[in-house]
């Protein structure tokens, strides 16, 4: 999931003058230590091993689940072993409950038996065992509406009506990747407006309150469709966590195709009968949320202080164990820094992995992580940390290879990328766009001045699939993209660390409110 601030955009003309130009800084690429981070992330790589861990082994690890807590002890334990220092996960704030899905379960049995494509959704109430009852079709989703047929509602399972009744085809490829064409006219991607962040979160908000309305009328279970088709189903929710949202009504999201033929024959007046058992389990003894973190010590007496950063949001959703959103980035960011201490790296700099918690839910792990160390977008003041920090790596958009990097409007970091994409070009990474990528973790730090960049990525099968999926598992990992992509993005944080200078600074952006602080408890 994906949470923007508001950007400026820079003239195409401008940019294409800067890339035309001659190079104005050195990116002080050494050459031999490149061909080194190559053999290692090429042909050592330890990322099947990583992220069977943090799939297999672990499973869904929705914000401050128990799943979410096995990863981040296995990283906190691996990154010790690897020679990392301060590995530990690291308090960020109150976030809110932890919730698990222990046993899920849905089908028809009238007019006939049919088992069903159902996931709990995040943060919903328990059945607490087998329930069997009548499906009933909630016409519209109002306030009124809901008032009126209350009574009706009690001991059913609610299905609320879909307009969605035919699937229409579609001829387009699940999985691509950018042509030379796309990459070259690539523009701003997941950008959303702090206007429209706006206007969209009450919609969420006036959403749930009619969740809590159809709850209250007693009915046993509500259904809702997943937006995907042909048993893909989308499964996720914004709000539940909080203390205010608790007890929720036990809730399902069910396949396209399956949902719209017990609709069907609800419009008919047939008699749907059906059978489910929802059985979720709310964590409520530490509602902190959690980032996970690690430093590889700089050496340069003048330097050390200073900071290098790479990472992705390690928090996933729970219909699937988070392998392309966002294990992808998790695992190339540890690959990164394991090729780095096997390499035996004298970085002149700290370099620091940071996994996010909170992602999902908006931001929340990086935004707290950064108000907490460098400064509040609010209103712009900084703490002394603020300056120290050269940049930020993000990777979030699945695991296709890197193929670029947005940089966000920084025209002054296009020279040194530049050059530092030169020895990867036979590897398919060379594009740098001046436009913007939003909805991921990079934003936090851009919020507060700190250059965050997120790199360009093709899109295999992340948009069509598994983002937020039951598709989202280890076997939609490309391993060879990810060994690309850890290999570049460990060429890019040594680079950082060793470079003269941090990386150039663009000017400062305007105080703004970071909206999602509004949904915490």
Known sequence: MRKPYDWISLKNAAFLALILSPVLVRAQVDAAMTAKIREEGLNHSQIPHIAHELTDV??????????????????????KEWGLTQAQAEPWGEFGYGWSAEKTYLAMRTP???????????????????????????????????????????????????????????????????????????????????????????????????KSMLASSGAAALLQMSGHRDGTVLVQSLIGYRKQDQPAVPELVVAKEDYLRVVRLLEEGRTVQLELQSDTRLKTDDLRGHNVVGEILGTDPTLKSELVMLGGHLDSWSAGTGATDNGAGCIVALEAVRILKS?????????????????????????????????DPADMKFKPEQEKVSAYYNLDNGSGKIRGIFVQGNEKVVPIFKEWFQPFADLGASTITMHNTGSTDHLSFDAVGIPGFQFIQDPLDYETRTHHTNEDNYDHLHMDDLKQAATILASFVYNTAMRAEKMPRKPLPKPEKFIFDDFLP
């Open 58 to 79: 672990s499973g869904p690890r929705l914000t401050n689940s128990p799943g979410y807590h096995q990863a981040a002890a296995w990283i906190v334990k691996t990154l």
């Open 112 to 210: 006939y038996y049919s088992p069903m494509i159902a996931y709990a959704a995040p943060w919903s109430g328990s059945t607490n065992g087998p329930v069997s009852a009548a499906a009933y079709l909630v016409e519209k989703l109002d306030s009124g509406w809901i008032a009126a047929h209350a009574a009706e509602m009690k001991g059913r399972i609610l299905v609320v009506r879909s307009g969605d009744s035919v699937l229409e085809s579609d001829d387009k490829a699940d999985a691509t990747r950018y042509s030379d064409s796309a990459l070259a006219n690539i523009q701003d991607t997941y950008m959303m407006t702090s206007a429209q962040l706006k206007g969209f979160l009450p919609i969420i908000l006036q959403r749930f309150r009619l």
């Open 343 to 375: 390499l035996g790296v004298q970085p002149k700099r700290t370099i620091r992995i940071a996994l996010w918690d909170g992602e999902e839910q908006g931001l929340l792990g990086s935004f707290h992580y950064v108000r907490n160390h460098f400064g």
